[in-house]
């Protein structure tokens, strides 16, 4: 098949530290160009990738100091993608709801995959706007405060098999906080509940500048009042191996409606089970016992931490394996792709018009 692959503009994919849409979007990617399909990727021009590269801005839009508006840069790939629709069978976005008016023509050979919280009042309105628009949601849950929408499956996230290694036996006795330091995320649970324990905390996560004033009136102080607690900053990939295989555990004591968690997955690719709190995804994506522990509050969350330690890592990798691979989130993708109505009814004539051969039958 030919697929074009919409990612966002702010971060390159895959990003060079946070950016947990922007990694997805390159590991299916280079899944899909793995299966022999042929991909483009309309992406910022310091991405790296095995698919066709249409650069969409020089640099990632957060990296390039010159940029003050994200929205003209945006409107541009926009219109790139429109002129080049037809080269397309499926045209996948993994931009929110910008491209929502332009793609009223060619729809139903599109997929938006909704990567972030959806239970934002402003949002009702546009969505019951556009019910047609064939949409991917990356947990039940986050399907709950949506109007009535064209819901054409649910794909979890998944990783590269050989992205982060199992280990067995991790080196350090502490517990991970891997993310963003927001009000949302809760790290000061985190902090309690290492503190509860008697263990130390390692805190890898951003600090975005709407979270300063948080981070600088209530996380910071408690960082220093705790002695146990060690804030790393933001961490890249190659870090993260390390970070998250040598924790006895992953705290994830989030409070608010996750749509996904890729960290999760990520603890688990490592062997280490995660201990989080049951909002949003979480009851989808942690199998309670056998990759991690879903709790409720501090108290339990702290109470079932000997547990976590105890776990078998084999198990939560073996999980992981089953459940989250990017192989299995590409195939996902792929039987969405081929039930779309306007990949056999429309893709075909427009390639053939194009003078170019159409086969949307599997691809091993």
């Given at each position: 098949?030919?697929?074009?692959?919409?990612?966002?503009?702010?971060?390159?994919?895959?990003?060079?530290?946070?950016?947990?849409?922007?990694?997805?979007?390159?590991?299916?990617?280079?899944?899909?160009?793995?299966?022999?399909?042929?991909?483009?990727?309309?992406?910022?021009?310091?991405?790296?990738?095995?698919?066709?590269?249409?650069?969409?801005?020089?640099?990632?839009?957060?990296?390039?100091?010159?940029?003050?508006?994200?929205?003209?840069?945006?409107?541009?790939?926009?219109?790139?993608?429109?002129?080049?629709?037809?080269?397309?069978?499926?045209?996948?976005?993994?931009?929110?709801?910008?491209?929502?008016?332009?793609?009223?023509?060619?729809?139903?050979?599109?997929?938006?995959?909704?990567?972030?919280?959806?239970?934002?009042?402003?949002?009702?309105?546009?969505?019951?706007?556009?019910?047609?628009?064939?949409?991917?949601?990356?947990?039940?849950?986050?399907?709950?405060?949506?109007?009535?929408?064209?819901?054409?499956?649910?794909?979890?996230?998944?990783?590269?098999?050989?992205?982060?290694?199992?280990?067995?036996?991790?080196?350090?006795?502490?517990?991970?906080?891997?993310?963003?330091?927001?009000?949302?995320?809760?790290?000061?649970?985190?902090?309690?509940?290492?503190?509860?324990?008697?263990?130390?905390?390692?805190?890898?996560?951003?600090?975005?500048?709407?979270?300063?004033?948080?981070?600088?009136?209530?996380?910071?102080?408690?960082?220093?009042?705790?002695?146990?607690?060690?804030?790393?900053?933001?961490?890249?990939?190659?870090?993260?191996?390390?970070?998250?295989?040598?924790?006895?555990?992953?705290?994830?004591?989030?409070?608010?409606?996750?749509?996904?968690?890729?960290?999760?997955?990520?603890?688990?690719?490592?062997?280490?089970?995660?201990?989080?709190?049951?909002c949003g995804s979480v009851p989808e994506v942690i199998d309670n016992g056998a990759s991690g522990i879903v709790v409720d509050s501090v108290t339990e969350a702290a109470e079932n931490v000997e547990w976590a330690l105890r776990m078998d890592r084999k198990k939560v990798r073996a999980t992981f394996e089953k459940?989250?691979?990017?192989?299995?989130?590409?195939?996902?993708?792929?039987?969405?792709?081929?039930?779309?109505?306007?990949?056999?009814?429309?893709?075909?004539?427009?390639?053939?018009?194009?003078?170019?051969?159409?086969?949307?039958?599997?691809?091993?």
């Amino acid at each position: 098949m030919k697929i074009a692959q919409i990612a966002p503009l702010a971060e390159s994919v895959p990003p060079k530290l946070y950016g947990g849409t922007e990694r997805i979007v390159s590991y299916l990617t280079e899944e899909l160009v793995a299966k022999g399909h042929d991909v483009t990727l309309f992406a910022s021009g310091d991405s790296v990738t095995d698919a066709r590269l249409v650069a969409c801005s020089d640099v990632a839009l957060r990296l390039n100091p010159d940029v003050r508006d994200h929205l003209p840069h945006q409107v541009v790939m926009l219109e790139e993608i429109r002129r080049r629709a037809h080269e397309f069978d499926v045209l996948h976005f993994h931009i929110d709801l910008l491209h929502f008016p332009l793609i009223r023509d060619f729809a139903d050979r599109t997929v938006t995959t909704l990567h972030g919280r959806l239970d934002l009042p402003d949002l009702k309105p546009f969505y019951r706007a556009f019910p047609d628009i064939p949409l991917v949601s990356i947990s039940n849950d986050q399907r709950h405060p949506m109007p009535p929408v064209n819901w054409t499956g649910t794909v979890y996230h998944g990783l590269p098999a050989n992205l982060l290694p199992f280990t067995e036996k991790p080196k350090g006795n502490y517990l991970a906080f891997l993310g963003r330091i927001s009000p949302e995320k809760r790290p000061d649970r985190a902090i309690e509940i290492a503190a509860r324990v008697g263990m130390p905390l390692k805190i890898a996560a951003k600090i975005d500048n709407a979270d300063k004033a948080y981070w600088e009136t209530v996380i910071e102080p408690m960082v220093r009042s705790h002695p146990n607690v060690e804030f790393i900053g933001e961490i890249n990939e190659h870090q993260k191996a390390d970070f998250l295989g040598n924790a006895g555990a992953l705290l994830f004591p989030i409070d608010w409606p996750e749509p996904f968690g890729l960290v999760m997955i990520e603890a688990m690719a490592c062997g280490t089970p995660v201990i989080a709190f049951g909002c949003g995804s979480v009851p989808e994506v942690i199998d309670n016992g056998a990759s991690g522990i879903v709790v409720d509050s501090v108290t339990e969350a702290a109470e079932n931490v000997e547990w976590a330690l105890r776990m078998d890592r084999k198990k939560v990798r073996a999980t992981f394996e089953k459940r989250f691979s990017a192989e299995r989130m590409a195939r996902d993708y792929l039987d969405i792709y081929r039930n779309l109505p306007g990949v056999r009814t429309k893709a075909a004539p427009l390639r053939r018009a194009n003078g170019q051969d159409i086969d949307l039958q599997v691809v091993a």
